[in-house]
RNA sequence: GCCGAAGUGGCGGAAUGGCAGACGCGGCGGAUUCAAAAUCCGCUGUCCGAGAGGGCGUGUCGGUUCGAUCCCGACCUUCGGCACCA
């Protein structure tokens, strides 16, 4: 008998599945007492308007399967998605076309949700949050306050990269050679009144809770970028009284071997040491290194270049006398913006001593022998014992820093210091679509004016005043001209009526800057425990419901930026007594790059980005769901190949024939049996572990094996399309309800297995001679080493190997192999 | 330069101390078809061999081990991050 099969239409059933879930509203998160929670997250998106590329369902359909599993194993699930929806590009169309971004922003979430809805995706679309609606905005602002009133946020004057054509202030990466990306109009370094935050407060914080977090090699990034070092801050009397310069180095050991002085070019102290005969060369070069932006100054390879001060100071240790010298390698930011130069021992030293022939001295012997530095191809940057160095010599170098520091600290002549590369967070923008900042100014009028919108006034930068709480959130004036302006106070400086306000008969300014992107997202996994909360930004309730994050997906690219100022403000929020965790994200997981189809990087200009929507027409979003976990390891960078969809929708196919076919109660064959005990094992583990492509493949199998004992059982089917749905949720519900279910497979409960059957009675064993499998021996699974001798005594193929040979060595190892040694 | 990750068939990948190449793509052969597509069945690392079978094989060279894709050391290549941070 024959029975008509009806054939799998995903265009058909992939939308009558959405609609099911959304009106059963299946995947709202619910918190029940006793139960356990799930908090899975995305890294939500930029709404761009070029929609969802096929990187981004990658990590998506990840958390999905996780958050889809673990409701089915009756876990408390949230797994929300919301936009990012601040930034840049929505403000250049703006600037080109007049388009308000807002509009740009809603049409263009409008596509990301329709694209990412049409994949399937369980999230709680009712948490759904944007980070530019007033709401959220609010709380944002009220985030900054908090910040501000711990003092974590403040004004300072701050060398920016300034282009008076373009009327903007530009990114590091947007100039080259001192001229803008875009244009190549020149740019200039100008000091600019901007909003930093005091990251550089939690760096230690932010360093060693890396220790506590499941990351991957992410922390070590972080940790580099943080940059912790340790050393000695140590002081050196100028001659001439003028004051002394302390100095930052890591190897204080080192310091009767210094025979030079660096300093910045910008340090304060250059004007007043500098002697009148080297005035003039040490100005041009001041002038010359002011117009370089940072990347110009520190690009590589380049030969030192430097000025003599004309100035000297005195190595506290030796006596001697040291020339001071400006270079552009000391960079001011840094330590103390000045450095001991000994360049026998650091490789910088030594090739400015080359470069303008200064003296070298060994104080660091690799073997505790005398040297001569003068003829050294390079510096010895290494561990050694100290010589020429009075009450150091013959330490080694940790003992030669510690009691150095000792000396230094008893002469009142230093300190030991710990210095960071993290610098304070450059906050604000001179833009128009981002977060105002909830601060005003007072406004001095000129005598005789009245109006600051229309006279002469100053506003006092000095004295930032929070705005109340009860007036949030401060919202963006309406502008019909979103262009930079001609001064560095950005586009809101031209909202004179929003900027300027009277209160109490004075006139205050609102700040004009903006916030960065980076705000929205620092706090919005915070934000989804209550998304709508009016009175507060999460509820105490909420947030002890579902924090902390148990696992975060996203990519690589913000391992440091994104997921370090994240850090920082839970910190800080956690210092405030916001939140109860010093650490938000639990586990974080990044997604491999998905490159295109020629094993380069998906990009329009090389015409191989591929679309999900022509996907999911083409083959349904179950397909591109499983293709994209069959790719390979999550974490990992693999080629797009449109021939591999194919396979899994000839998988696809085959498991809803199969699975439609079934019938009838009768019994699985033995062997049939144990392939789906092992197999609902194994995808319960892989799923568990993120090891999706060999669930996948697992299920493969599984399917095949039916297939070839179809028709199979209700029951198997049942169990089978368990399996699937995490994975291909549309197909397994309309499966599991041709199987006779009137209710949602996403919420039926995950099937379970008999251990017993997951490992088979009778083992199938390699049987080596020397390592070389020359037979194979079926064996019980509890087969003793006798047994397994007895098996293959009378092994010809083991005996062609054996004969004549004397036996050194009998290794059974049950389960896994049997391995005679012979000589 | 420094830090990190990774090198396995024609391709994506599996196996992470015990039969290398599961699963999928592609390819080859067959069934079905008037024919094709789809579907189904079989084969598919490489060399030698008619075959049975055997040799070789996980970037390279060494080491540890009865046994190494897996652990250790050195090197090569690719990718990612940082890059004069004293």
New binding site residues.
């Given amino acids: 008998m024959t029975r008509e099969i009806p054939r799998y239409d995903p265009a058909a059933i992939e939308p009558k599945w959405q609609a099911r879930w959304e009106a059963e509203r299946a995947f709202v998160a619910e918190r029940r007492p006793g139960k356990k929670k799930l908090y899975v997250l995305d890294m939500f998106p930029y709404p761009s308007g070029s929609g969802l590329h096929v990187g981004h369902p990658e990590g998506y359909t990840a958390t999905d399967i996780l958050a889809r599993h673990a409701r089915m194993n009756d876990v408390d699930v949230l797994h929300p998605m919301g936009w990012d929806a601040f930034g840049l590009p929505a403000e250049q169309y703006a600037i080109q076309t007049g388009t308000h971004p807002a509009v740009t922003t809603a049409k263009n979430v409008a596509t990301f949700k329709r694209q990412l809805k049409s994949l399937g995706f369980s999230y709680d679309w009712s948490r759904e949050l944007d980070t530019t609606d007033p709401g959220y905005v609010k709380w944002t602002q009220w985030i900054f306050l908090r910040l501000f009133e711990r003092g974590l946020a403040y004004q300072a004057e701050t060398p920016v990269n300034w282009c008076p054509a373009l009327g903007t202030v530009l990114a590091n990466e947007e100039v080259i050679d001192g001229k803008s990306e875009r244009g190549g109009h020149p740019v200039v370094r100008r000091p600019l009144r901007q909003w930093m935050l005091r990251i550089t407060a939690y760096a230690d914080r932010l360093a060693d809770d890396l220790a506590r977090v499941d990351w991957p090699?992410t922390k070590?990034?972080q940790e580099?970028?943080i940059?912790r070092?340790e050393?000695a801050e140590i002081d050196f009397d100028v001659e001439g009284g003028r004051g002394a310069l302390r100095v930052?180095?890591?190897?204080p050991d080192t310091l009767f071997g210094a025979t030079y002085m660096v300093v910045?070019p910008e340090h304060p102290l250059v004007g007043g040491i500098t002697t009148d005969d080297a005035r003039p060369a040490v100005e041009a070069y001041q002038r010359e290194v002011a117009s370089k932006s940072d990347m110009e100054?520190?690009?590589?390879a380049?030969t030192?270049t430097g000025v003599f001060t004309g100035a000297y100071a005195t190595n506290p240790a030796s006596g001697a006398r040291l020339p001071i010298w400006i270079a552009?390698?000391?960079?001011g930011h840094?330590?103390t913006?000045a450095?001991m130069s000994v360049p026998a021992h650091?490789q910088?030293d030594f090739e400015f001593a080359r470069q303008f022939g200064l003296p070298l001295v060994e104080v660091v012997s690799p073997d505790g022998a005398l040297h001569d530095a003068s003829n050294f191809d390079a510096a010895f940057t290494g561990d050694g014992v100290a010589v020429r160095s009075g009450h150091l010599d013959g330490l080694g170098t940790d003992a030669a820093k510690a009691a150095m520091i000792e000396r230094l600290v008893a002469d009142g002549r230093g300190a030991r210091k710990v210095?960071y590369?993290l610098r304070d967070w450059l906050f604000s923008r001179q833009r128009y679509w981002g977060e105002p900042f909830p601060i005003y100014f007072p406004v001095e009028l000129a005598s005789g004016a009245s109006d600051p919108r229309t006279d002469a006034h100053v506003v006092r930068y000095d004295q930032p005043i929070p705005l109340d709480e009860r007036e949030l959130p401060l919202l963006l004036p309406e502008l019909d001209d979103f262009k930079p302006g001609d001064d560095p106070a950005g586009p809101l400086a031209r909202a004179k009526d929003w900027r300027y306000f009277q209160r109490d008969g004075r006139w205050f300014a609102r700040e004009t800057n903006t916030m960065p992107q980076w705000a929205g997202s620092c706090w919005y996994y915070l934000r989804f425990l209550d998304p709508t909360n009016p009175d507060e930004a999460w509820s105490r309730e909420a947030y002890d419901a579902w924090m902390p994050v148990d696992l975060y997906v996203g990519g690589?690219e913000h391992a440091?930026l994104h997921l370090l100022y994240a850090r920082f403000w839970h910190k800080a929020l956690f210092d405030a007594g916001y939140v109860t965790h010093d650490e938000p994200f639990h586990r974080l997981v990044h997604q491999g790059l998905i490159l295109g189809e020629n094993g380069q990087k998906m990009a329009k200009s090389l015409g191989n980005v591929v679309n999900p929507d022509e996907v999911v027409a083409a083959h349904g979003a179950d397909s591109l769901r499983l293709y994209e976990m069959?790719?390979?390891?999550l974490d990992?960078?693999?080629?797009w190949?449109t021939?591999?969809v194919?396979?899994?929708r000839?998988?696809l196919?085959?498991a809803f024939a199969v699975c439609a076919g079934a019938l009838g109660e009768h019994a699985l064959d033995d062997e049939t049996s144990r392939l789906l005990h092992k197999t609902v094992k194994k995808v319960g583990d892989d799923i568990v572990a993120l090891?999706f492509?060999?669930a996948v493949?697992a299920m493969?199998?599984l399917s095949?094996r039916l297939?070839?004992v179809a028709p199979i059982p209700t029951a198997t089917a049942e169990v089978f399309v368990k399996l699937l749905a995490p994975f291909a949720p549309h197909v397994a519900e309309e499966l599991w309800e041709r199987l006779g279910h009137a209710t949602l497979v996403s919420r039926a409960p995950w099937p379970t297995y008999d251990p017993a059957l997951t490992v088979d009675d009778l083992v199938?064993l390699?049987v080596?001679v020397?390592?070389?499998?020359?037979s194979?021996v079926t064996l019980p699974r509890g087969a003793t080493e006798a047994d397994a001798r007895a098996a293959i005594a009378d092994d010809a193929?083991v005996r062609a190997f054996t004969a004549g040979k004397i036996e050194k060595?009998f290794?059974y190892?049950p389960g896994?192999?049997i391995?005679l040694?012979v000589a």
Avoid: C
Wanted: hydrophobic letters at 35%; zero cysteines; aromatic letters at 8%.
């Fill in positions: 090699e070590l990034k580099q970028w940059g070092s050393g930052y180095t890591t190897r910045a100054r520190t690009a590589l380049k030192k552009d390698f000391v960079l840094y330590g913006g450095i650091d910088r210095n590369k690589a440091v069959f790719m390979g390891p990992q960078v693999k080629p190949q021939k591999g194919v396979g899994i000839r998988f196919d085959r090891r492509n060999t493949s493969m199998i095949n297939h070839e199938e390699a080596q020397n390592g070389k499998v020359r194979r193929a060595k290794l190892v896994k192999i391995n040694v």
